[in-house]
């Protein structure tokens, strides 16, 4: 499956981004998707994931309440809408697919990853 990560840029902190992860050659209905970030200098941490077997979705403390995961599988593509973004949420943001039901935040268990995209919150 190749995914492709859209959506990233800069706004100012408050500010609200929909970031976009459309798949191809699989179908969401049948993986669970995750979103990961990346800032400099750190490792990929775990922002949330929803299991393709049901609609709950999972977020890591730092983002739980402003960040909210979807899926519309008509479309192929998962959504990470970001709101009351804050300087420390810059990073490159990643999609990646599983095909277990799983909402890990460990990065070995997601095998199909996007490029991608950029997000930078300003003070």
């Known amino acids: 499956v190749q995914l492709q990560a859209s959506g990233g840029g800069l706004v100012q902190a408050g500010g609200s981004l929909r970031l976009s992860c459309t798949a191809s050659?699989?179908?969401?209905?049948?993986?669970?998707v995750a979103w990961f970030r990346q800032s400099p200098g750190k490792e990929r941490a775990f922002v949330a994931a929803?299991?393709?077997?049901?609609?709950?979705?999972v977020y890591a403390d730092s983002v739980k309440g402003r960040f909210t995961l979807s899926r519309d599988s008509a479309k192929n593509t998962a959504y990470l809408q970001m709101n009351n973004l804050k300087p420390e949420d810059t990073a490159v943001y990643y999609c990646?697919?599983?095909?277990?039901?799983?909402?890990?935040?460990?990065?070995?268990?997601?095998?199909?990853w996007g490029q991608g995209t950029l997000v930078t919150v300003s003070s």
């Open positions: 990646a697919v599983s095909i277990m039901s799983t909402t890990t935040p460990n990065t070995y268990a997601w095998k199909s």
């Open positions: 050659g699989s179908t969401f209905s049948r993986n669970s």
């Open positions: 929803m299991k393709w077997s049901n609609s709950i979705a």
